[in-house]
Protein backbone atom coordinates (compact mmCIF):
# COMPACT_ATOMS: atom_id res chain seq x y z
CA UNK A 1 0.00 0.00 0.00
CA UNK A 2 1.29 3.60 -0.86
CA UNK A 3 -0.14 7.09 0.23
CA UNK A 4 -1.16 9.42 -1.97
CA UNK A 5 1.78 12.17 -2.38
CA UNK A 6 -0.64 14.94 -2.92
CA UNK A 7 -3.85 14.62 -0.70
CA UNK A 8 -2.16 11.47 1.37
CA UNK A 9 -5.06 9.39 0.73
CA UNK A 10 -3.68 5.17 0.97
CA UNK A 11 -4.06 3.65 -2.48
CA UNK A 12 -2.73 -0.04 -4.20
CA UNK A 13 0.95 -0.19 -4.37
CA UNK A 14 1.52 0.21 -8.53
CA UNK A 15 -1.04 2.76 -9.22
CA UNK A 16 -0.23 5.81 -11.69
CA UNK A 17 -2.64 8.48 -10.17
CA UNK A 18 -4.19 9.13 -7.16
CA UNK A 19 -8.20 8.00 -7.50
CA UNK A 20 -9.45 10.82 -4.80
CA UNK A 21 -7.55 13.85 -6.13
CA UNK A 22 -6.11 12.31 -9.35
CA UNK A 23 -2.28 13.36 -9.03
CA UNK A 24 -0.08 11.53 -10.41
CA UNK A 25 2.28 8.87 -8.22
CA UNK A 26 5.81 8.45 -8.53
CA UNK A 27 7.37 5.40 -10.18
CA UNK A 28 8.14 2.53 -7.81
CA UNK A 29 11.49 2.88 -9.02
CA UNK A 30 11.81 6.27 -8.11
CA UNK A 31 10.19 5.40 -4.96
CA UNK A 32 13.16 3.04 -4.45
CA UNK A 33 15.62 5.73 -5.23
CA UNK A 34 14.46 7.96 -3.14
CA UNK A 35 14.06 5.62 0.17
CA UNK A 36 17.66 4.33 -0.55
CA UNK A 37 18.77 8.31 -0.63
CA UNK A 38 16.24 9.09 2.78
CA UNK A 39 17.97 5.98 4.59
CA UNK A 40 22.03 7.25 3.41
CA UNK A 41 20.64 10.50 4.57
CA UNK A 42 19.55 8.85 8.21
CA UNK A 43 22.77 7.50 8.84
CA UNK A 44 24.24 10.40 7.86
CA UNK A 45 22.64 12.26 10.55
CA UNK A 46 22.98 9.62 12.90
CA UNK A 47 26.65 9.92 12.79
CA UNK A 48 26.60 13.55 12.69
CA UNK A 49 24.93 13.23 15.89
CA UNK A 50 27.12 10.31 17.60
CA UNK A 51 29.54 13.16 16.69
CA UNK A 52 31.48 10.66 14.70
CA UNK A 53 31.41 12.72 11.75
CA UNK A 54 34.13 13.59 9.66
CA UNK A 55 34.56 16.79 8.02
CA UNK A 56 33.59 15.54 4.87
CA UNK A 57 29.99 14.70 5.64
CA UNK A 58 28.61 17.50 4.02
CA UNK A 59 30.58 16.95 1.37
CA UNK A 60 29.61 13.70 0.72
CA UNK A 61 26.04 14.22 1.49
CA UNK A 62 26.27 17.02 -1.65
CA UNK A 63 28.03 14.04 -4.07
CA UNK A 64 24.76 12.43 -3.31
CA UNK A 65 22.45 15.10 -3.89
CA UNK A 66 24.80 15.32 -7.54
CA UNK A 67 24.14 11.56 -8.10
CA UNK A 68 20.82 11.64 -7.83
CA UNK A 69 20.52 14.83 -9.92
CA UNK A 70 22.45 12.99 -12.75
CA UNK A 71 20.15 9.88 -12.16
CA UNK A 72 16.94 11.88 -12.72
CA UNK A 73 18.89 13.89 -15.83
CA UNK A 74 20.17 10.14 -17.20
CA UNK A 75 15.64 9.43 -16.98
CA UNK A 76 14.96 11.94 -18.62
CA UNK A 77 17.36 11.60 -21.53
CA UNK A 78 16.13 7.97 -22.26
CA UNK A 79 12.51 8.91 -22.01
CA UNK A 80 12.86 11.08 -24.56
CA UNK A 81 13.32 9.49 -28.51
CA UNK A 82 16.34 9.80 -30.46
CA UNK A 83 16.60 12.66 -32.47
CA UNK A 84 16.69 11.95 -36.42
CA UNK A 85 19.57 10.26 -38.12
CA UNK A 86 21.03 8.98 -34.29
ZN1 LIG B 1 -4.58 12.08 -3.84
Same mark, same amino acid.
Not at 1 to 5: D, E, K, N, Q, T
Given at each position: ? @????N? @?????? @????C??C?TQ?????????????????????????? @????????????????????????????????????
Open positions: M @GFCVC @GHQHHD @GVRFRFGQPSEQLLARLRAEAEQIRLLRMQMQQ @GNVQDNAYARLEVMRQQAEDAARLNNQQNQNYPPGW
